[in-house]
């Protein structure tokens, strides 16, 4: 029998009681920001239920700016307070089954506890100390391979071998909902010798999820792939922007830079690994076999819907151009974090890991503008007529996604960002 | 006339009072980490001199764990500071020139504040948001270059035009001392065509210099080349250990990753770019011209001469086998920083920047095991007759840097790492 809550959820609704991710937020009325769940089109406030001492015990780490400290009190802790607010929030709650409150039937703590999602603001849930983007899709490094380096040398030798990853940028991540003012930097035109400083002509989207450590390890004391499960608190939506010409001039031999610090959104609720578990299957078939380090016996991967959306200024509402689905990612999450820390390197709670672009197997699976338009070469129409062969100015990028259960579903909500014109 | 402190200072001590860097340290009367600076073979605890009221005023920074308050109190506070700190330890030192008190003259307060070296404990001196690394040296990117994809390709099409750099990995940023256990990783070996799983074969390290940001900028709004030196705040040594045989697996095509981010070690004492202002010279021609944007009228090259000593375990005494100078860099610091910005990236104070190897123009000059064997061809000999063609275990590499004065230095100090066997 599916869990149900006594508040009313809308079964398309990401937030159903099986997901109860966890945001930083703030209302009007307290400015200071604190850590929510969501439920349906209302936002939890657990500093409140801590401090009211509503759980059976009091946490602490709830009336916190960040969800930082919650994310270092391991997993043992993660399970207990997801199971502490399902017991809270589910219909069949009763003074049996949480001795303290029935919260269903107390409408003065109701009115604290639960804000409708309009009068909330959202903040960056996390303090990322490193973030780490990773390349897994082998749809999309093939893509990218044929446009660059033609079909035979499409994967590069490494490629089947390990996840490749490479150091990003972590100051420059910001939540969904902020701008992005189209970059300027160094471009080589084509047939011209020595680049030039302009707008970015290619400014581009990647379609990817991130998964943050809950907590870390030591320097020098790498995270095994059985023992991964143990770091990975939860997960967002990506949005990896990338200034394809600011790239393609300035990546050899030590890979993007600029081309991508100079933004990278991610959505506001970190969907914990918990809520995902239903959702795990089969990940593709890894021929050759992985090293030992990497082999895993269980299935990691999983079955999230994702799709990508563009709104023109000119356009009534948002338009889908991709859909694709986290299960069709080569490498899983427990490889790429084993392998991360492999030659000894420490991660710290609130470090952050992109999947790297979740491209799938169809033309219309494809996670950027650079593989739907193949470089430009098939520009993509939109319902208005416009065509874009990358992202113009005043355009709405949005990425969605959610694992559809029996009658509920369990979604990320989404990561927004509109294109602003470059500064002068 | 130069100044002098009523400290004695041997005339080849890094630390005269024309230095006067910043480090965290503790000592095991009050093992609080707490902000000091070194005169000598003393250092001065800049937490008592606030706490007592000895300056003019009281700043309320330096009871602090790490720099990064001070730093982000603007380039004014920081010069303001460091004239305090002059006037209290120079040798004309007098109640006209300091109302409150003549150090020199009051013993009881001086034992609090001058700690014997050999009585403290240093520790990370910065909390590093990002830490980003440069490719800034000609000699080293073309020695690299050559080595890789031979003479004629030697330096990619974009080095001239703008400072290669690339993000590292901040959790794994330790301090002098520590010591490094050699990494294991993926390899492939020659003739072979699938990796194996194996400690590093090719342990390297890597001479650099590194920049800390003081004040930062907001995202989007880069920061211009006339003002960079508003932003930074001082420099340290910096070691970038690098396996070899696992980068060259690895990094292609975004870059080096878990063969850098292992380790990579700083030197302690936080030497400002006041301090340092003496001592900027030419930097070399750069040919084609940069970007506009990249230009810079003043000199912004820094005569800091740097050596790079190797002891086995079975040696005595360290053996220098590499003299160099950053004055060599290509790119300075000044282009790096605004170039790192210039898509619309934020800094953040405590961020870091390395420069990249410095190498020089002659073989004896090469800033990594790498060129300095010429990829293991021409092993070094020690004077015990080992031979390195890389670093192997029980080898300390340490790297020192100064600044000559007329009778005084302004120098870094060292540091230094021991490598130790891999983990089983």
Known sequence: MTLKSFIEID?????????????????????????????????????????EKIFDKQYGFFNEPTLNKFM??????WKETRKALTNLLS???????????????????????????????MHLPV??????DFYASREHATNVGIMFRGKENALMPNWLHLPIGYHGRASSVILSGEDIIRPRGQVLL???????????????????MAFFIGTGNHLGQPISIENAHEHIFGMVLLNDWSARDIQAWEYQPLGPFLSKNFATSISPWVVTMDALEPFRVAGPRQDPAPLPYLQIVSDYGYDIRLEVTLQSNSMNEPHVISRSNMKYLYWNIAQQLTHHTVTGCNMRTGDMCGTGTISGPTEDSYGSMLELTWRGEKPITLPNGEMRKFLQDGDTVTLKGYCQGDGYRVGFGEVSGKILESRK
Chains 1, 2 share one sequence.
């Open 11 to 51: 079964p398309d609704s990401d937030f159903s009681i099986q997901n109860l991710p966890y945001g930083v937020f703030s209302t009007k009325a307290n400015p200071s920001p604190r850590i929510g769940s969501r439920i349906g089109d209302f936002v939890v406030d657990l500093a409140v239920l801590d401090d």
């Open 91 to 121: 219909s069949d709650s009763s003074p049996l089954k949480n001795a303290r409150v029935e919260l269903s039937r107390n409408d003065a703590l109701q009115s604290r506890v639960f804000i409708p999602v309009e009068e909330i603001q």
């Open 72 to 77: 270092s009190a391991r997993r043992g802790v």
């Open 127 to 132: 303090a990322i100390g490193d973030y780490t």
């Open 190 to 208: 084509p047939n011209e010798s020595s680049p030039q400083f302009l707008a970015s002509r290619s400014l581009d989207f990647e379609l990817e």
